[in-house]
C-alpha cells in the first residue's frame, strides 16, 4: 500500500490537571530526522519520543510539538501522613499515660515539626509521566497515519493512470518503430538512385539494402521498448504491494526515464519524437509523486 510522507496528526488528552495537546507533521524526506519541542521541564523525555516516532516511521521530516496547559495549580505543599500518624500514636499514648484530659487535635499536629513541607517546584512540575505521554503521541501517530494512508492512496491511483498513458504512449512508438525503416529506405533509394542516375550508373539492389540494414540496427529500440515496458509492469506491481517502498518506486522512475531518453535518441523520426516529449512529461509527473511515497 503505498503511503505519503506528507501528513498531520493530533491527539489531546484532559486530566484532574492537566490538558496535553500533541501535533505531528510530516514532511518530505529521503531520510527519517525526527524534531521534538516539549516544554519546559519535560525534555528528558526527547529521546523516548524520538525512539517512538522511528518504530512507526521510515522515512521523511517529522516535527513532533507537545502543548500543556494546567487545569489546575500544582500542590505547593505535603503532607507526610506517616509522620502525622507517628505523632498521633505518641501524642495520644502520651494523653492516656499521663491523664491528660485535651484531646488530640488535627491543627496540633499539623504544626508539628516534618508533618507539612513545602513543595519542591521543579518536583511540582514533573506532573506528566511518561506512560501518559506516549498515550497521547501514539494516539496522534495513528492519525498521523491515517492521513498519510489516505493521501497515499489517492497518489497511488495518479500513478495507475499515469502508467496507463505511458504505456498507450509506448504502444504507439512501438506501432510507429518499422514505420521509420520504411520511411528511409523509401528517401534514401530516391536519393540514391538520383545520383546514380546523373552518373548514368545503374543502382545495387544489395547496396540499398546494405544501407537499409546498417540504419535498421542504428535506429533499433526494440530492447529499449521491451525494458521500458517491464519497468511500467514492475513499478505497478510495486505500487499494488503491501510494503510498497518509495525508494524503489523513485529508482523505476530514473530508469523509465534513461529508456525513453535513448529511444529519442536513437529513434529518427519525427512521430516517435513527439511520443518521447509526451513520454517524459509522463514520466516526470511519476516522479515528482514516487518523491512524497515513503
Known amino acids: 500500500m503505498a503511503v505519503s510522507m506528507t501528513g498531520f496528526g493530533e491527539a489531546t488528552l484532559e486530566t484532574a490537571s492537566l490538558s496535553v495537546r500533541v501535533e505531528i507533521r510530516s514532511l518530505n524526506n529521503r531520510f527519517l530526522k525526527v524534531h521534538v519541542s516539549l516544554p519546559e521541564g519535560y525534555t528528558a523525555y526527547i529521546p523516548q519520543v524520538e525512539q517512538l516516532i522511528r518504530q512507526r516511521l521510515r522515512r521523511g521530516t517529522v516535527y513532533v510539538y507537545v502543548y500543556l496547559k494546567r487545569v489546575s495549580e500544582p500542590p505547593r505543599y505535603r503532607i507526610h501522613e506517616g509522620v502525622l500518624e507517628a505523632y498521633k500514636y505518641q501524642l495520644e499514648s502520651l494523653r492516656a499515660r499521663f491523664g491528660f484530659s485535651e484531646p488530640v487535635r488535627l491543627d496540633m499536629l499539623l504544626s508539628l515539626p516534618g508533618v507539612i513541607e513545602p513543595v519542591d517546584p521543579a518536583e511540582a512540575e514533573g506532573l506528566l509521566e511518561w506512560p501518559v505521554l506516549e498515550g497521547v503521541i501514539s494516539s496522534a501517530l495513528e492519525q498521523l497515519d491515517r492521513s498519510r494512508r489516505q493521501e497515499g492512496a489517492a497518489m497511488a ?86 510494503d510498497t517502498s518509495g525508494r524503489q518506486l523513485d529508482f523505476l522512475a530514473q530508469e523509465m526515464h534513461r529508456e525513453a531518453t535513448t529511444i529519442g535518441a536513437k529513434a529518427a523520426d519525427e512521430v516517435i519524437a513527439h511520443c518521447v516529449v509526451e513520454m517524459k512529461t509522463i514520466i516526470e509527473r511519476i516522479r515528482e509523486l514516487v518523491q512524497n511515497l515513503e
Do not use: K, M, W
Not at 170 to 177: C, G, H, M
Not at 194 to 216: G, K, M, W, Y
Open 157 to 242: 491511483a495518479s500513478l495507475r493512470e499515469l502508467c496507463r498513458q505511458g504505456l498507450e504512449v509506448l504502444s504507439r512508438i512501438e506501432a510507429q518503430a518499422p514505420q521509420t525503416v520504411t520511411s528511409y529506405r523509401q528517401r534514401f533509394e530516391e536519393r540514391f538512385r538520383s545520383l546514380l542516375a546523373t552518373a548514368n550508373l545503374q543502382p545495387a539492389e544489395v547496396d540499398i539494402l546494405r544501407e537499409v540494414a546498417a540504419f535498421a540496427d542504428r535506429v533499433d529500440i526494440g530492447e529499449e521498448i521491451v525494458r521500458l515496458r517491464g519497468h511500467f509492469t514492475r513499478f505497478l506491481t510495486i505500487l499494488d504491494s503491501p
